[in-house]
């Protein structure tokens, strides 16, 4: 079994109901049920937190027990170099997803803290881009 925690950042808990033009309606919740059927080999642990120090404490935590983590930091992203030190600091390599397009938005989201730090980063494919990641854990994890 392959060892992989989610790790979503603030507003994430509210997906499925907050601005569904960009995020879709689909809760992450029922996506989650979706992709632990289709992956069926990997062993999800699942964080969602609205504050920064709580994500830094996960990838802490996460980062010297799983074989990979996918991070949507969210608004930190563009803020947390708390994060990106995190990120630095850790065994486990990152891959960092975002669902929304953010080069295509606002300027201060084209900023990421968090990019250089990762082994990757998926963005503007919608919740599609965690399966991605995982995928690539699958394929590459050692
Ligand atoms: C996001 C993009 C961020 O800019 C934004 O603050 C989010 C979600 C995304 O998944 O598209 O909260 O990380």
Redesign the pocket.
């Known amino acids: 079994m392959l060892n992989i925690a989610i790790i979503n950042?603030?507003?994430?808990n509210l997906l499925g109901k907050r601005e569904p033009a960009?995020?879709g309606s689909d809760t992450f919740d029922d996506f989650l049920t979706q992709l632990k059927k289709e992956f069926p080999q990997i062993n999800f642990t699942y964080f969602q937190s609205n504050i920064e120090g709580e994500l830094v404490d996960a990838i802490q935590k996460f980062g010297f027990n799983q074989d990979g983590i996918i991070l949507?930091?969210?608004?930190y992203?563009?803020t947390s170099i708390a994060i990106g030190d995190a990120i630095a600091a850790i065994k486990t390599p990152v891959i960092e997803?975002?669902?929304?397009n953010?080069h295509a938005?606002e300027d201060f989201?084209k900023i990421s803290h968090v990019s250089a730090k990762a082994v990757g980063s998926i963005?503007g494919l919608g919740l599609k881009g965690y399966a991605l990641a995982a995928e690539w854990f699958v394929n590459n994890a050692k």
């Open positions: 950042g603030p507003n994430l960009v995020y949507n930091p969210a608004a992203t563009h997803v975002h669902i929304s953010v938005r989201r963005v």
